[in-house]
């Protein structure tokens, strides 16, 4: 396929890698490569291969591998590679922290340094077209008092494993441009939501339980304040990021819709009262149960998206309601999908204890 832009997408099986394939292969006629460890947390029945076979190419691999991740720059020349591959749950960083340091700080190193010898070998048109995206959090920041937004110029403080482990390799990032010349964008956005998430976090549990009759597990008083961003209108601003982003520059991307768990968990409750009628559990906040906080539970994170918002024009287009009713629909309608990634090792996982944002 001669002269087709080509996107490198890691973490391309995971939940927002996912949607993000599945948008760039709708709205361009862009060749992807997902490159994927396929852990507990990818899933090939998340990508519509069998949609795209000329499109679309999946490779399991490790962003650690300096050969293989050689191997596919030279093959494929990507004009981006968007780098989603993590280890992404903030839990399981409580329990187990290395694989978070290794996957997040060192493998990405790995992947950095290969894409800048690849960037290095290519002519001077292709090397200022080329662009290297990474995908961050808002956790980076560490918590918010009741007022206040985090900005692109907020001290970073993080708090977990993960976000330190995330902080780390943003950092790495940022060192990339400003040593090499790296065209590097990174984007650091607030908790997503949507079709594909693994059923280990807030959302997807409280969806799944509330429709089985399961107990609601939420956090300490429930308080906790986080902003929701539907994973779509997420993936459409890393597109817009992708074209118009300048290279160097941190843009943060919020879904202007803060939420206490506590109403967020009723909000779920209410939609599947709605869509579920009859069920013998009705109505579903009955079944909530508070659980022990998680340690150093970061209070409240919000998001100030103004620069993407005044710079490129990108604003959420999904509010929190309609999200909320097109996640509950997703998962009511993908039996399939939630039994293939919760079967083995995911549902043996998920059992240890419960999972939240
Ligand atoms: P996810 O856990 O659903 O997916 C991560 C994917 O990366 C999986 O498919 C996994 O198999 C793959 N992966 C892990 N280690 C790998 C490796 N060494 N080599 C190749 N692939 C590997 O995560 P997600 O929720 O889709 O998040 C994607 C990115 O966005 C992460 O970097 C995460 O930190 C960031 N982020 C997520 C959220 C959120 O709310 N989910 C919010 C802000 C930022």
């Known amino acids: 396929l001669p002269n087709m832009q080509t996107i490198i997408v890691t973490g391309g099986a995971g939940f927002i890698g996912s949607n993000f394939v599945r948008l760039v292969l709708e709205s361009t006629d862009f060749q992807v490569v997902v490159l ?66 290794k996957t997040n700080v060192l493998k990405t190193g790995v992947l950095l340094k290969q894409c800048l010898n690849f960037w290095e070998s290519l002519e001077p048109e292709a090397k200022s077209a080329f662009r290297f995206l990474h995908v961050s959090t808002d956790e980076v920041y560490g918590s918010l008092g009741p007022t206040g937004l985090f900005t692109e110029q907020t001290q970073y403080q993080p708090n977990s494993p993960y976000s330190a482990s995330k902080a780390a390799s943003d950092h790495l990032v940022r060192a990339y441009h400003h040593t090499y010349g790296l065209p590097t964008i990174i984007s650091n956005c607030s908790n997503n939501y949507g079709p594909y998430q693994f059923p280990e976090k807030l959302i997807p549990v409280i969806v799944l339980n509330a429709v089985e009759g399961k107990p609601l ?55 599947v009262d709605e869509l579920c009628e009859g069920l013998a559990h009705s109505p579903c906040e009955s079944l909530i149960e508070f659980v022990k906080d998680r340690p150093g539970h970061d209070r409240r994170y919000a998001i100030d998206a103004s620069k993407i918002s005044n710079e490129l024009g990108w604003t959420p287009s999904v509010t929190f309601e309609e999200g909320i009713r097109q996640t509950v629909e997703w998962y009511l309608a993908n039996s399939t999908w939630i039994e293939e990634v919760t079967s083995g090792e995911g549902r043996e996982r998920i059992g240890l204890r419960t999972k939240q944002d």
């Not at 190419?57 to 596919?72: E, K, N, P, Y």
């Not at 779509?232 to 803060?258: F, M, R, S, W």
């Open 217 to 271: 597990p939420i956090y300490g008083d429930g308080m906790n304040v986080r902003d929701w961003l539907f994973v779509t209108d997420h993936c459409k601003a890393l597109q817009l990021l992708g074209e118009k982003g300048q290279p160097g520059e941190v843009y943060n991307i919020g879904g202007n819709a803060e939420k206490a768990n506590i109403d967020v968990v009723k909000t779920i409750c209410g939609v």
């Open 36 to 101: 994927d460890k396929l852990t507990y947390a990818g899933n090939l029945g998340s990508l519509p291969l069998s949609d795209y076979p000329e499109r679309l190419h999946f490779i399991r691999g490790c962003i650690g591998d300096a050969g293989l991740v050689a191997d596919l720059l030279e093959k494929y020349t990507p004009t981006r590679v968007y780098n989603f591959a993590a280890e992404s749950h903030v839990d399981r960083s409580i329990d187990a922290p290395d694989e978070f340091i």
